[in-house]
Nanobody
């Protein structure tokens, strides 16, 4: 059974930092693209970041460029999201996602991913 488990969320003041982790189990994703999305109450799921299998290509949503960094450790089957200069608008549930196909596609939309974690809450206070 494939599982993605996020951790690292919490409450932080504006300007602060958090590092999210997402550990996969049940299969390896070392050759698959991985991504982060977020969803705030009453809003659609929003693309945050994605990374290809080797870590050579990274993509970011416009609202997080320059503040967030995605990385991965294939030996640990884990993807990370380092978040700096957090603002209240970053408040959301953050979900990690894994693409089922081991190809070169790095999706920036949710339908490009087959496996999802349950999410971790990030709350940024002003």
């Amino acid at each position: 059974q494939v599982q993605l488990v996020e951790s690292g969320g919490g409450l932080v003041q504006a300007g602060g930092s958090l590092r999210l982790s997402c550990a996969a189990s049940g299969r390896t994703f070392s050759r698959n693209s991985l991504g982060w999305f977020r969803q705030a109450p009453g809003k659609e799921r929003e693309f945050v970041s994605a990374i290809n299998w080797y870590g050579t290509f990274r993509y970011y949503g416009d609202s997080v460029k320059g503040r967030f960094t995605i990385d991965r450790d294939n030996a640990k089957n884990t993807v990370y999201l380092q978040m700096h200069n957090l603002i209240p608008e970053d408040t959301a549930v953050y979900l990690c996602a894994a693409r089922g196909l081991a190809d070169t596609t790095v999706p920036r939309t949710a339908n490009g991913y087959n496996y999802w974690g349950q999410g971790t809450q990030v709350t940024v206070s002003s």
